[in-house]
């Protein structure tokens, strides 16, 4: 792509107010895991975040530039996220920074082939007041299983502007990008303009009860929102949050206004009021979080019809085949032990062969420069510490690792690629549940066999903080490439850098 700018900078952005802000739009790529939220990232910053075929990869906000017909703007990749309501770490970091990082704008990136499971995080950031460009991805994918969209339509339905993509490829990003620039510069009259005023915003309408109960509420909330000259979520969407008791909001909201809204009187009294009036109607907690949450769900589904098309029924008819192979009992965990026993086989006896020419290779040149140390008369111990300590060592880790390395994570990324590593999380949950620890542990392990450094890096990716130690912990005990016990290192013997000897000329 032509209007790629540098990068400038990662980094961890969880509460990111207004200081952070620069004369850049701040413009937030939000949308659910996994679809494609990082590869648009990458293609517009030409950044290199983390992207793969599982959902969670993504689990603190990056930043960087994009540069289009000379507006230059901060693009931040945030962790997916299913909904709003956060439900685990990188779900609060994302809601915190749609909702009180005061983005300009933001991208919903959403999966063409389920456009309307989609949808209802859309809908949320639509309700918390943000304005929204909404990107449809993965349109090959749609493509191949025949899905068909009316883009235009559900434009005009969510009044929003639509862009479809196929990040995998850059194409339509320009078009995405052309529809960012006139949405922040537009004048509103002509109506492209992003920031729609809260009662012209296709509202999600919730039950009666739960309308009237925010019809108390939201009036109170505007007048003490608005004092506070923050740009906030809308006090609709805070309104449903505080009646749903939602406490990870609350604390956040506290952090961002610096008051709790819900401890000032006129509030808690609303809501006690609000509380005492369910009660008496026999509507439980539990009814009205589902109640608020099904709202969203209705309400994509009404966006949708007429939108998506699926002529063919079995259009995940493939899918399903592969995920009853790759994850039923009988078939699932031969296929899983044979797949990674033989990428094992594939490292270390593919390895032997590059090793062994590379260590030829390095000790080889060791002799060679030994000769030329005594030749100019270099000092014994210069020699002992640069040649047999300092380049003997360096010339071990590379024949020893770098060999198993370059076969072990291309294969892990093809298996990351063909989706087959989220199949392994979930055939192994059960037996690491059964430990008490999480079944995404089989993928940091497994990248652990490459390199325990990668390994305990990537537990990131484990939500619970207890899984994510117990995770780290024991993946020291995995061991990595360099550290395969010799009798698996097959009949070459240039393997193991613990038993490793200096080849003989
Ligand atoms: N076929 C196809 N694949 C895509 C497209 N966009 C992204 N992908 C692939 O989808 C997978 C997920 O992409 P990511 O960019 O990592 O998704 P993400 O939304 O950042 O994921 P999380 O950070 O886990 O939430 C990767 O394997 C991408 O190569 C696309 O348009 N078409
Ligand atoms: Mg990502």
């Not at 939000?30 to 689990?59: C, D, E, R, Y």
């Not at 961002?256 to 009021?273: K, N």
């Not at 010339?395 to 994570?409: D, N, Q």
């Not at 024991?474 to 393997?495: A, D, E, I, L, M």
């Amino acid at each position: 792509m032509k209007n790629k700018a540098a990068a400038l900078s990662l980094q961890q952005t969880c509460l990111s107010p207004a200081q952070e802000k620069t004369q850049q739009k701040v413009i937030a790529l939000a949308g659910n895991p996994n679809v494609g939220k990082s590869t648009i990232f990458n293609a517009l910053t030409g950044m290199k975040q983390h992207t793969g075929n599982w959902p969670g990869k993504t689990v603190v906000n990056a930043r960087g530039t994009c540069t289009f017909h000379d507006n230059t703007y901060t693009l931040v990749d945030i962790p997916g996220c299913y909904s709003l309501m956060a439900h685990s770490a990188e779900e609060e970091v994302a809601r915190d920074f749609i909702c009180f990082g005061e983005p300009d704008a933001v991208i919903v990136v959403c999966d063409a082939t389920c456009l309307e499971r989609n949808l209802n995080l859309v809908l949320q950031i639509m309700e918390a007041g943000r304005p929204v460009l909404l990107c449809v991805n993965l349109l090959d994918e749609a493509r191949k299983k025949k899905i068909q969209l009316d883009l235009s339509l559900l434009s005009f339905r969510l009044r929003l502007p639509v862009a479809g993509t196929t990040a995998r490829s850059s194409r339509g990003l320009d078009e995405l990008l052309d529809e960012l620039e006139q949405m922040l510069f537009s004048s509103p009259l002509s109506g492209r303009s992003c920031a729609l005023p809260e009662a012209s915003t296709p509202r999600v309408v919730y039950p009666e009860y739960i309308e009237e109960a925010l019809s108390l509420l939201v009036p109170r909330l505007k007048r003490i929102c608005s004092a506070s000259g923050k740009k906030l979520p809308s006090a609709r969407f805070i309104g449903a949050r505080l009646l749903d008791a939602n406490e990870s909001l609350q604390a956040s909201l506290k952090n961002y206004l610096g008051f709790d809204p819900a401890a000032i009187p006129e509030i808690s009294g609303t809501l006690e009021e609000i509380r005492q009036m369910l009660e008496d109607r026999g509507i439980s907690r539990e009814q009205l979080h589902d109640d608020l949450a099904s709202a969203f769900v209705r309400t994509a589904e009404r966006v949708c019809k007429g939108v998506v098309f699926y002529p063919d029924e079995d259009c995940d008819k493939k899918d399903r085949k592969l995920d009853r192979i790759f994850t039923s009992r009988l078939t699932g965990f031969p296929i899983m032990l044979l797949g990674l026993l033989g990428i094992f086989w594939l490292t270390i006896t593919g390895a032997n062969y590059p090793s062994a020419l590379l260590s030829r290779l390095l000790f080889g040149l060791e002799d060679r420069l030994a000769l030329l140390f005594s030749l100019a008369g270099v000092p014994a111990v210069l020699t002992d510490v640069l040649l047999h300590g300092v380049y003997r060592v360096m010339a071990w880790v590379i024949s020893v690792m770098l060999p198993p390395m370059a076969i072990f994570f291309p294969l892990f990324t093809l298996l990351e690629d063909f989706g087959y590593l989220p199949r392994v999380a979930f055939n192994l949950d059960r037996c690491f549940q059964s430990c008490s620890a999480c079944g995404k542990q089989a993928l940091t392990m497994c990248m652990g066999f490459g390199c325990n450094a990668a390994g305990v890096t990537g537990c990131r990716i484990i939500d619970s903080p207890r899984e994510r130690l117990i995770a780290i912990i024991t993946n020291n005990f995995v061991p990595c490439n360099g550290r395969f016990p010799p009798p698996y290192k097959g009949k070459q013997n240039c393997s193991s850098a613990l038993t490793m000897k200096k080849q003989p000329n």
